[in-house]
């Protein structure tokens, strides 16, 4: 393997210190709370695979997940979170401790006290005073008395003694987003009159306290802390940045050895990790701490490409590089960089899929990357694919995203397959959902890179070439082929009354000012968006569902939700439309039936192509339909769909 | 995890069947009933249970 990458990017790839410790590299492997651990807070199987996979991918550090520190559960932020409340977690602990030595990186233990957002199995959270909730999903407060926050302090520190313990070569404190060390700088959050609350350093008493405390206890291993350099919360009288930035300064005098920088609370009502923030927008919110501190300072958020912190540590705005759902997407995305392999990444699409799960109950999941979770399991083939039993020649029909990745898992697995698009541009519906707002164009990364993976695999690619019966049947007879793949994807019922995504993205077609949209899915709800961008349009939205947009993201709903509600657009939920005709149409909602006059009626829901059904299960053994063309939804499920009918085949 | 439904406990009330993504869920003798192949274990239909019929396995330790 070449190492032209770490030429290219010499800053990231040079060693760093950190205390009395070296790193091979510069990147951090940011903390992800994964829900893979056991709901009694005991280290799994899963979560030490996983881990391992990080170590593995090339991180010169490698930070597990928040810890919640006590035996309560007041800090637990959610039912799978890790705990290190006792020294009978020490041994599970050791487990990541170990494979991330074993793959030559530092190993960094975070705790976390979840604060506003903890006591998830609780019918209360602790805070230092009573905020009302903004977010209806966490648990109302209660104020801390002196003795818990005593308390608190001692469950920090013996926390980070338990860390050593289990063999990790630092330890991070988390104090961001409306985590209990967060909810004490917050001027927002904090209206003690004790000497907790206060001015800034009153508010950062806690802070403070648990930094000398854990590094008296620890001395020896570096101790750093992520804090929010930038609240957000102007609207609701938090912090101003300056205060902020001041907070790392203190964090500095108290003893810590690194600081991480962060951006936003939940609640702010600005989004910091979306598509529509640019690339490397907060870095000068890095910056402003790094001008005033002399320990090392690193920032995650939004630098999915090397370019960014490569050009901010020449810089001097940082000095590592933290990432996170980069680095869930793709693990070894630090050695691809490496070995000059950066077309092979698998690229995050900022869609928060891995997020959101968390506040379900779920293990996280991604939607680009389906073997999450599996690493150890041979047959996700996160690894190395296993080989397929029998060679196959293998047709697959549509190139879209569920296609693409079926091709790259069957080819790499030694099947021949040929894939058919009947466009001459590869993509499916990513081509129009990449056009819909700002950022969107990223949804075309996971489609560059998987054509990438096909093209090392060998996959043959036929363009601008539609896939009939006759050629099935003609292939078939002449014995070559053994399965058919359709991903096809689905199609918009067309007829003269009535326009589709494509005409409107794709062709540009102008509706006219009165519109009735049939569908709130996320495919209505991005039509609207894209025409009101740019237009003002009277928009009504039809949907047979109980909410617009239920398959659309939290973190993109409330965005396009407020961008509905400034453009007055009104919605008919659990509305079934019943008829359209020439600028009308017909529907029944719980109300009754109503009939409305559009100029222009855009079908935006989509149905599985039928005709392939028919044409072709008949005549192959072996059919399997994936993506939208077995239902209509959305891009996780077109690469999840694919992914496993290629392990499949 | 793909949710399991309390089929004493569901009303038939239609609530999950109206939030379900992917069109997961449907009414089978008076009970909610998920279709594994299409469930994506969002948990958007354990949340939206009015009467707590669904619930998501969480595996425990026990140790
Ligand atoms: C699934 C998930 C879990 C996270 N868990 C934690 C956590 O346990 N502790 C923490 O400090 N930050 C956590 N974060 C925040 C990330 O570490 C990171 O700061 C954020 O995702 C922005 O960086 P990125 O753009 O590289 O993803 C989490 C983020 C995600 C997406
Ligand atoms: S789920 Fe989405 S946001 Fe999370 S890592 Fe995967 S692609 Fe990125
Ligand atoms: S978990 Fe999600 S996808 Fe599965 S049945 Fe419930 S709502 Fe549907
Ligand atoms: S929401 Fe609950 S009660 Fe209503 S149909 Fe679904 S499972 Fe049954």
Redesign the interface.
């Known amino acids: 393997m070449t190492n032209n990458g770490s030429e290219k990017y010499p800053n990231i790839f040079q060693s760093g210190r950190i205390g009395r410790l070296i790193s091979k590299n510069r990147i951090k492997y940011a903390a992800t709370e994964t829900n893979f651990p056991?709901?009694?807070g005991?280290v799994?199987d899963k979560e030490v695979a996983y881990m391992e996979a990080q170590a593995r991918g090339g991180a010169g550090i490698v930070t597990t997940q928040g810890a919640y520190p006590d035996k309560l559960g007041e800090g637990k932020g959610f039912?799978?979170s890790m705990a290190i409340y006792d020294d009978?977690f020490i041994p599970g602990l050791a487990r990541i401790a170990d494979v991330i030595r074993k793959h030559d990186a530092l190993s960094c233990l975070q705790i976390l006290h979840c604060g506003r957002e903890g006591g998830v199995e609780l019918d209360y959270c602790l805070m230092p005073s009573i905020v009302p909730q903004k977010l209806s999903y966490f648990k109302p407060p209660r104020e801390m008395t002196k003795d818990e926050i005593k308390q608190a302090i001692s469950d920090h520190i013996e926390a980070a003694r338990r860390a050593k313990d289990a063999g990790f070569d630092m330890v991070e404190l988390s104090g961001i987003v409306g985590y209990l060390i967060s909810t004490f700088i917050s001027r927002y959050t904090n209206k003690r009159t004790d000497e907790y609350g206060g001015d800034l350093r009153s508010r950062c008493r806690l802070m403070i306290e648990i930094i000398q405390g854990v590094k008296a206890r620890v001395g020896d291993i570096p101790v750093g802390i992520r804090l929010c350099g930038h609240e957000l919360l102007d609207d609701r009288g938090g912090n101003t940045m300056d205060e902020s930035i001041e907070t790392f300064r203190i964090a500095e005098e108290a003893g810590a050895d690194f600081l991480s920088v962060t951006v936003g609370w939940h609640e702010s009502s600005q989004s910091v990790i979306t598509r529509d923030v640019p690339m490397g927008h907060w870095l000068p919110v890095a910056e402003a701490v790094k001008k005033k501190v002399n320990i090392p300072v690193m920032m995650a958020f939004r630098q999915f490409f090397p370019h960014i912190p490569e050009k901010a540590i020449a810089g001097n705005r940082i000095d590592f590089w933290e990432l996170c759902r980069p680095m869930i997407a793709d693990p070894e995305l630090p050695v691809k960089i490496k070995e000059g392999r950066e077309n092979e990444i698998i690229p995050c699409v900022a869609c928060n899929l891995c997020f959101?799960?968390l506040y379900?109950?779920?293990?996280i999941?991604c939607t680009v990357r389906p073997n999450l979770g599996h690493e150890a399991e041979e047959d996700w083939g996160y690894y190395r694919f296993y080989p397929a039993k029998k060679n196959k020649k293998i047709i697959i029909i549509g190139g879209g995203p569920a296609g693409l990745q079926c091709a790259a898992v069957a080819a790499g697995r030694g099947h021949n397959v040929i894939l058919y698009e009947k466009k001459k541009e590869l993509g499916g519906s990513m081509l129009l959902a990449s056009k819909v707002d700002e950022g969107a164009i990223e949804l075309l990364r996971p489609v560059n890179t998987l054509e990438a993976l096909c093209r090392k695999a060998g996959v043959e690619f036929r363009l601008s070439k539609e896939y009939t019966g006759e050629m099935l049947e003609d292939m078939q007879k002449k014995k070559e082929v053994d399965a058919v793949v359709i991903a096809s994807g689905s199609v918009f019922k067309e007829s003269h009354n009535i326009l589709t995504p494509h005409n409107i993205i794709a062709e540009e077609k102008k509706p006219g000012r009165n519109i009735v949209i049939i569908g709130g899915?996320g495919t209505g709800l991005g039509i609207a968006v894209f025409l009101l961008r740019n237009n003002d349009y009277r928009i009504t939205i039809i949907e047979?569902?109980?909410?617009p947009g239920?398959?659309v993201n939290p973190f993109y709903l409330w965005q396009y939700m407020g961008l509905m509600k400034k453009k007055n657009v009104i919605f008919y939920t659990?509305s079934r439309v019943i008829e359209t005709g020439e600028k009308t149409v017909r529907f029944a909602c719980p109300k009754g039936e109503i009939v409305l006059n559009p100029d222009s009626i855009i079908m935006a829901r989509s149905e599985p192509n039928k005709a392939w059904h028919n044409a072709f299960i008949d005549i192959t053994p072996e059919v399997y339909f994936i993506g939208d063309a077995k239902?209509p939804?959305?891009l996780?499920?077109a690469i999840?769909d694919g992914y496993r009918t290629g392990m499949a085949l | 995890m793909i949710p399991v439904i309390d089929k004493d406990k569901c009303t038939a009330c239609r609530k999950c069947i109206e939030i379900c993504p992917p069109q997961a869920i449907s009414l089978k003798d008076d009970a909610a009933c998920i279709e594994a192949d299409l469930c994506e274990e969002c948990g958007f239909c354990a949340a939206e249970c009015p009467v707590n019929a669904i619930t998501i396995p969480f595996p425990i330790s026990g140790r």
Do not use: I, L, T, V
Request: aromatic fraction near 10%; charge should be positive; proline fraction near 3%.
């Open positions: 056991f709901g009694d005991y799994s039912k799978g009978r959101s799960r379900y109950h779920q293990p999941m899915s047979e569902g109980s909410k239920r398959d659990r239902k939804r959305r996780q499920n999840h």
